[in-house]
C-alpha cells in the first residue's frame, strides 16, 4: 500500500513562506507523479503542481508559477512545495497525491491534508 502524509502547514503573515512536505511509504513512490492539490472552504478542490518520477517535469497552475516551487526526493520518500509571497487567497487545506502512472494519470492515493492558513 502506498500513504501520504503532509506535514509543514501553519499560520503565516502574508506575505511569508512555508515549505509543504510529504512523505510518501510503499515501493511505488520512485516511479510515482506527486500532485500537489488545494480546497479553500466553500470550493472545489484545484490544483496546484505535480512534478514527475525523476523530477524532470513540473506543471504549475498558472496563476502559481513564480510564487511555488515543486520538488522531490526520491531517497527521502519525499515532495517539497516551497511556498514564497504567501496571500491571504492560498489559505486552505493542501493535499498531496501519487499517480503511479506518472504525469496526467489518475492520481489514485492522496494525504490527510495539511492547513495552510495566511492572515493578512
Known amino acids: 500500500q502506498v500513504q501520504l502524509v503532509e506535514s509543514g502547514g501553519g499560520l503565516v503573515q502574508a506575505g511569508g513562506s512555508l515549505r509543504l512536505s510529504c512523505a510518501v511509504s510503499?515501493?511505488?513512490?520512485?516511479?510515482?507523479?506527486v500532485g500537489w492539490f488545494r480546497q479553500a472552504p466553500g470550493k472545489e478542490r484545484e490544483f496546484v503542481a505535480a512534478?514527475?518520477?525523476?523530477?524532470?517535469?513540473?506543471s504549475y497552475r498558472d496563476s502559481l508559477k513564480g510564487r511555488f516551487t515543486i520538488s522531490r526526493s526520491n531517497a527521502k520518500k519525499t515532495t517539497y512545495l516551497q511556498m514564497n509571497s504567501l496571500q491571504p487567497e492560498d489559505t486552505a487545506v493542501y493535499y498531496c497525491?501519487?499517480?503511479?502512472?506518472?504525469?496526467?494519470?489518475?492520481?489514485?492515493?492522496w494525504g490527510q491534508g495539511t492547513q495552510v492558513t495566511v492572515s493578512s
Open positions: 510503499g515501493r511505488t513512490f520512485s516511479s510515482s507523479a
Open positions: 512534478i514527475s518520477w525523476d523530477g524532470s517535469t513540473t
Open positions: 497525491a501519487a499517480a503511479p502512472g506518472g504525469v496526467g494519470y489518475d492520481y489514485n492515493y
